[in-house]
């Protein structure tokens, strides 16, 4: 009896005792052998996938496999538990391979070795740790996709927090829902792409969004196909930071609120008051610091522009105690009052402020000094009503020294 090359291989498919079957690119079942059948039921004739028959658990080792075989072309061979006909699961491996014309899957199931005990124990104590996060840590979302984006694990306790419910999202395209949506306030990477396609490089990325009035801080992570592989997925921690955000904002508010505060108590202690046409002076009480000396240079020099003073009168009647560095800021002051064409006088030292001042070994030939507040003013008038001694002309006004 003549018999086809066709016909013996369509027998030997059916007959051979291995668990055979040609599954389409997207993990449907086309056809499954005799033996295979026996095992899960007409599988092909009810148009079931792999990702259906297989323990959820197992979901991610299958979308993997199935993710290389569609980048790479190589053959894969992974541990899946499929639900059988009477709807156990049973341990298997699968070895899998595109067909040459990349349109099916060729494959075959036999049974799975027991694993080691060992490495029962380490799956265990990583499934248990999994689930203590899922089920205990309130501010915390987990999630993952595959290498299209479809969503296959969404749990966590936070996800109620922007009104999802765990697992709303599985099986969802993510790239289509949030793919093209901007990311906001991004951290560590300066410019997060929004395009959920270029997420697959292997990067890992942190970024902040506002999902349903929820603050969420991300980390996308790579999943792999073993050490080393290619990327064949993406897992997501969202971590629910509502509660700190408004408290970052509450405290940003406060800062603003006493940043305001003190310069208006700077202002305050600082008044610049214009006495006579073109004579400004700065009564200054209490201690005077580093921080409050470059206050005063700021606002007086600015003033001395905008007035266009002559003379700018620095009243230290009320100054009890100055720091080291203070006397050198007020012979910068004087100086950068003088570049602006006007003249600065000090009034009012007291003797523990001039000790001090004399202590540090500054040369103090260029202040112009005065007793007190009355004798400043009265020498600024002077020197203004006599235009024989006027002191923008650098001559000598009595009493003062000819600047050189």
Same mark, same amino acid.
């Given at each position: ?14 007959? /051979? ?25 007409? +599988?092909?004739?009810?148009? @079931? ?17 199935? *993710? ?19 709807? +156990?699961?049973?341990?298997?491996? /699968? ?48 999630? +993952? ?5 479809? /969503? ?40 997060? $792409? ?18 349903? $009035? ?58 610049? @008051? ?19 000396? +470059? ?8 003033? @001395?522009?905008?007035?266009? *003073? ?25 100086? *950068?009052?003088?570049?602006?064409? *006007?003249?600065? @006088? ?59």
């Amino acid at each position: 009896m003549n018999v086809t090359s066709d016909t013996l291989f369509a027998e030997f498919f059916a007959r /051979c005792p291995e668990l055979l079957f040609v599954a389409s690119v997207a993990g449907g079942l086309l056809h499954e052998n005799d033996a295979l059948r026996e095992v899960i039921g007409p +599988a092909s004739e009810r148009g @079931i996938t792999f990702a259906e028959l297989a323990h959820p658990e197992d979901g991610a080792a299958l979308l993997a496999a199935w *993710a290389t075989l569609e980048q790479t072309g190589e053959p894969v061979s992974f541990r899946v538990r499929l639900r059988d006909a009477r709807g +156990a699961y049973r341990p298997l491996v /699968c070895n899998a391979k595109r067909s040459p014309d990349r349109s099916a899957v060729f494959g075959s199931l036999r049974a799975a070795p027991e694993l080691a005990e060992e490495e029962l124990t380490i799956a265990r104590n990583k499934a248990r740790i999994l689930d203590s996060l899922v089920n205990h840590v309130d501010k915390l979302a987990f999630w +993952a996709l595959d290498r299209d984006g479809i /969503c296959f694990y969404h749990d966590g306790k936070a996800l109620s927090n922007a009104g999802f419910k765990p697992g709303q999202l599985l099986g969802v395209n993510w790239i289509e829902l949030y793919g093209k949506q901007p990311r906001a306030s991004a951290i560590d990477v300066p410019d997060v $792409d929004s395009d959920m396609n270029s997420w697959f490089d292997g990067t890992v990325r942190r970024f902040r969004t506002d999902t349903n $009035d929820v603050y969420w801080d991300n980390w996308i992570t790579p999943l792999r196909d073993g050490d080393g592989g290619p990327v064949c997925g993406l897992l997501g921690l969202s971590f629910d930071i509502s509660e700190s955000r408004r408290t970052e904002e509450e405290l940003r508010a406060q800062l603003q609120q006493i940043e305001a505060q003190q310069k208006v108590i700077r202002d305050l202690s600082t008044p610049i @008051i214009e006495v006579w046409d073109g004579v400004l002076t700065l009564p200054m009480v209490g201690t005077v610091d580093s921080m409050r000396t +470059a206050d005063v240079m700021d606002s007086l020099l600015s003033k @001395i522009v905008e007035k266009q *003073a002559r003379f700018a009168i620095l009243d230290l009647t009320g100054v009890e105690v100055v720091d080291t560095k203070v006397a050198s800021h007020l012979i910068e002051l004087v100086t *950068a009052i003088r570049l602006l064409g *006007a003249d600065g @006088i000090v009034a009012g030292i007291k003797p523990n402020v001039a000790q001090t001042m004399v202590a540090l070994g500054l040369d103090l030939s260029q202040l112009n000094t005065q007793r007190n507040l009355r004798a400043a003013l009265q020498h600024a008038i002077r020197s203004m009503t006599r235009p024989e001694s006027s002191p923008r002309n650098g001559a000598a006004t009595p009493g003062l020294p000819a600047r050189g």
